[in-house]
């Protein structure tokens, strides 16, 4: 099956059923089938949204974002058939690995077909387990790295551990258990740092997302309004012709049928010979439908098919609407649970801090008078390094965040309903 879907937009839903598909395990051809994709585009979005491949956008290689040439990917080509690996080929080409896999599918030389195969191209950091759908749990079951199984790129650090060498020496000293309990506790921080830089990232994505479908509101509401005037003065004109032309005027109220229906739908408005203050449009419909020979005369003609194709422009427009305030409305229920998510991180990451620290100081290596005369480096190898855990600076960024969420929740489409 092929499907001529090519430079289409992924909306909201289609990448969340992407992402409950894939890690229900079905098979990428299944996933193109329910998705209405080729499967090379359902890959090419699983490395986008960092279900698989690497997490790359930390360092920036020399030639990131630049085309790549034909002789490159000729190059490619052969450096992956020679059985290079992905780490490599990236420096060799001076890319991010992502960008090496996206070409990869590109030139069809790994089979895109087979999961096995594509799920190989990740970080090995990234634990498997975590990313396998469970069925009898909530979609977004966090995995080790502070993601959520909706997916996104991921952070991982290796843990700054210290040799611990244990010795005689060590165990009088007590720098057997202080060592043990350094690298114990800073594995921990250094995962829930890893946790915080990845969902404070992931809220600042999210948070972009929902600003750019809020400004695209007011627009198609204008649309809206411009299509609906201009729906006014075209059935203006069909009144006037049938006033006219005809006797529409004095029987206009006759013909609506007793006890039937009428559509919500009026306008008001100025006829030359008088003033009407509400005409049902479905009056004047109704009036052709019961003298057909107006209706198929050239004049009346344009007017109804110029009408048609207003109706049909304004459905597509509010359907369009629609879809939008029902897409923001739902995100942002759920951002709010994201948020919270990233607070408890950020309590997590203070409660291990306090309990090492209070367990290091009291550590019998750290309290003895000789420690003193140590040297800083002797020093260290106890106690907890956490001077590139910029923590500061990503609560910023999460107060930000939540000031800019709570204006989202103020403007929740109550002054944009249609």
Do not use: C
Not at 12 to 25: V, Y
Not at 307 to 331: A, H, P
């Amino acid at each position: 099956m092929r499907y001529n879907r090519t430079g289409q937009k992924w909306s909201f839903r289609e990448e969340e059923l992407l992402r409950r598909l894939f890690f229900q395990g079905k098979s990428i051809n299944v996933i193109s089938q329910e998705l209405k994709r080729e499967q090379d585009a359902i890959v090419h979005r699983l490395i986008s949204a960092g279900i698989i491949g690497f997490a790359d956008y930390i360092d920036v290689p020399a030639k990131h974002s630049a085309p790549w040439t034909d002789s490159e990917l000729s190059q490619l080509e052969k450096e992956f058939k020679s059985n290079l690996d992905i780490d490599t080929i990236a420096k060799n080409h001076q890319r991010q690995r992502n960008s090496i896999l996206h070409n990869l599918v590109k030139l069809r030389l790994i089979d895109i077909a087979d999961r096995g195969v594509i799920e190989r191209f990740k970080d090995n950091s990234i634990n498997a387990s975590n990313l396998e759908m469970n069925n009898s749990q909530d979609d977004d079951i966090e995995n080790n790295f502070g993601g959520s199984k909706m997916g996104f790129k991921h952070v991982s650090h290796a843990p700054k551990k210290v040799n611990e060498n244990p010795t005689i020496m060590g165990g009088i000293s007590g720098r057997n258990d202080a060592v043990f309990l350094k690298n114990k506790y800073q594995e921990e921080l250094d995962k829930t740092w890893d946790a915080i830089i990845n969902m404070v990232n992931y809220l600042d994505t999210k948070n972009s997302e929902l600003k750019e479908i809020y400004s695209k509101v007011p627009g198609i509401k204008k649309n809206i309004e411009a299509h609906q005037k201009e729906r006014v003065e075209l059935y203006t004109n069909l009144s006037n012709v049938l006033t006219k032309e005809t006797d529409f005027e004095d029987k206009m109220w006759k013909t609506t049928q007793v006890g039937r229906k009428v559509k919500s739908i009026t306008v008001k408005q100025k006829f030359k010979d008088s003033d009407v203050d509400e005409m049902r449009y479905d009056s004047m419909l109704e009036y052709l439908k019961q003298y057909p020979e107006y209706a198929s005369k050239s004049t009346f003609k344009k007017i109804l098919e110029k009408i048609e194709q207003k109706e049909s422009e304004i459905r597509r427009e509010t359907e369009k609407y629609n879809n939008l305030i029902s897409e923001y409305n739902f995100r942002l229920n759920n951002f709010e649970k994201d948020i919270k998510k990233s607070e408890d991180k950020f309590d997590a990451y203070s409660r291990i801090k306090k309990e090492a620290e209070e367990k290091l100081k009291s550590a019998r290596y750290n309290k003895s008078i000789i420690n003193k005369f140590r040297s800083e480096q002797a020093k260290a190898e106890a106690n907890l390094d956490i001077l590139h855990h910029r923590i500061d600076q990503f609560e910023n960024t999460l107060s930000i965040i939540k000031s800019e969420h709570s204006q989202n929740k103020r403007k929740m489409f109550v002054d944009l309903e249609h």
